[in-house]
């Protein structure tokens, strides 16, 4: 198993624990990520895994499933905010109108603004653990 930590510039940190196993027509990258929100009780958990025949074409080994774990966190988080902007308003069916007053109060939201931080910083980084002019995070 494998762990890297990531520390954001507002204090979040998300920890990555990432395993490789082989399959039987060729190999698997599991990554689960806990994410530690700067103000919340509870840190938010996710899994995903890839499987590959071959080879990966990933900058460092594990990016992809990296990536897609915070997708799956800003994924859940729109969804979860797109429930209370409707339940607030007691909206049932979203307009063309309505959806882009959402996309601007979300813009504000600082779980959102962090996950993207994160998802930066998961592409500027190099296979040995260093960032690459990375305006978001820090390895530690």
């Not at 929100?37 to 840190?43: A, K, N, S």
């Not at 074409?57 to 499933?65: G, I, K």
């Not at 966190?73 to 959806?99: C, D, H, I, P």
Request: net charge positive.
């Amino acid at each position: 198993m494998e762990e890297r930590n990531i520390k954001l510039t507002d204090g979040s940190i998300a920890l990555f624990k990432n395993e490789s196993h082989e399959t039987r027509s060729g190999f698997a990258h599991c990554s689960e990520l806990i994410f530690r929100f700067i103000g919340e009780d509870r840190p938010q958990r996710t899994i995903q895994s890839a499987y590959y025949l071959n080879r990966t074409w990933e900058a460092y080994r594990f990016q992809s499933v990296m990536r897609s774990a915070v997708y799956n966190l800003v994924e859940s988080r729109k969804e979860a905010l797109l429930q209370q902007f409707k339940n607030s308003r007691g909206y049932k069916q979203m307009t063309k109108k309505r959806r882009e007053a959402f996309t601007e109060e979300i813009k504000e939201d600082k779980m959102l603004s962090a996950y993207r931080e994160l998802m930066d910083a998961l592409n500027y980084q190099y296979s040995d653990g260093s960032f690459s002019n990375s305006p978001a995070a820090e390895l530690f």
